[in-house]
């Protein structure tokens, strides 16, 4: 099993000079968890995750800009790694939503997301695939 | 005016035993599509939350030897109650890095589980506050 296999693709961006109140907005209109912050090449900058918003409850979220408040974010996560390797990323570093980039373009684009989430989902399976149908149907609901 | 847990909190909780083996955690919370799962005791007192990030720390254990008492962390047992401020709520959750606050009955003797504040919960109420209205 390799990252790719396991991984959200696609991610959801935004940029450093964006509120607060925007990414909180993407947040709650995709049902995402984290938003990367990107410059403006569309490289990874940074990362927003629900642990640095929930900080910022109660303050005037349309001054306050996402540069401010992301989690710098300098790793890369190649999609072609075994998933044990992220995992060890993951317990090594507390990241739990790993931003994974293109490997073959200079810039570091990214191109999906693992979260916590999905290798609780892939630990879930590993016994008999019980719980496969049920996830198949929720996945073409979700297409 | 002071908002409270109580505003924002869901009632009730995914549940599991302290015996429950991490395999089937890890199936509780795919199923029932939460990233948490409240470890309560025969006596339904709550002993602790293991959330999607803990079984990350627990991964190359055996899933079905290992069970939910042994990757408790003693910053999984942080708890409020439905009168507490969500400011002092919101504080200990950042602290403790933790995304679900358990909410237990506001009596000493009793340490059942009410419900949960989640951190996504928050992020909601965020986005949907007007402009002006962020200061409270």
């Known amino acids: ?143 | 005016m002071e908002e409270h847990v109580r505003q924002l909190m869901r009632r009730g909780a995914i549940t599991c035993n302290e015996e429950t083996s991490l395999r089937d955690i890890a199936q509780i919370m795919v199923v029932n599509q939460v990233r948490y799962c409240a470890v309560i005791n025969s006596n339904h007192e709550v002993r602790g939350l293991v959330s999607a990030d803990s079984i990350i720390d627990a991964f190359g254990r055996d899933l079905d030897l290992t069970r939910a008492k042994d990757i408790l962390h003693s910053h999984s047992i942080v708890t409020a109650t439905a009168g507490t401020p969500l400011r002092e709520a919101i504080t200990a959750m950042s602290k403790n890095k933790i995304e679900h606050l358990i909410v237990i009955a506001d009596q000493p003797e009793s340490k059942a589980v009410l419900g949960l504040l989640c951190a996504g919960d928050l992020i909601a109420r965020m986005a949907k506050r007007e402009e002006g209205e962020a200061n409270p």
């Open chain 1, 1 to 143: 099993m390799r990252v790719c296999d396991l991984m959200h693709k696609g991610v959801i961006s935004c940029y450093p000079d964006d509120t607060v109140k925007d990414v909180a907005r993407m947040m709650e209109n995709n049902h995402f968890r984290s938003v990367v912050v990107v410059n403006e090449r569309g490289e990874v900058w940074g990362l927003i995750t629900y642990r640095e918003m929930i900080r910022h409850y109660g303050e005037n979220l349309d001054v306050l800009k996402a540069g401010r408040i992301m989690k710098p974010y300098r790793i890369e996560i190649d999609p072609q790694w075994p998933i044990e390797k992220a995992i060890e990323v993951m317990q090594r570093l507390k990241y739990y939503h790993l931003i994974v980039v293109d490997p073959h373009v200079g810039t570091k684009w990214p191109v999906g997301m693992l979260t916590s989430f999905d290798v609780v989902r892939y630990m879930a399976k590993l016994e008999t695939g019980h719980y496969e149908p049920m996830l198949k149907i929720r996945d073409e609901k979700k297409e």
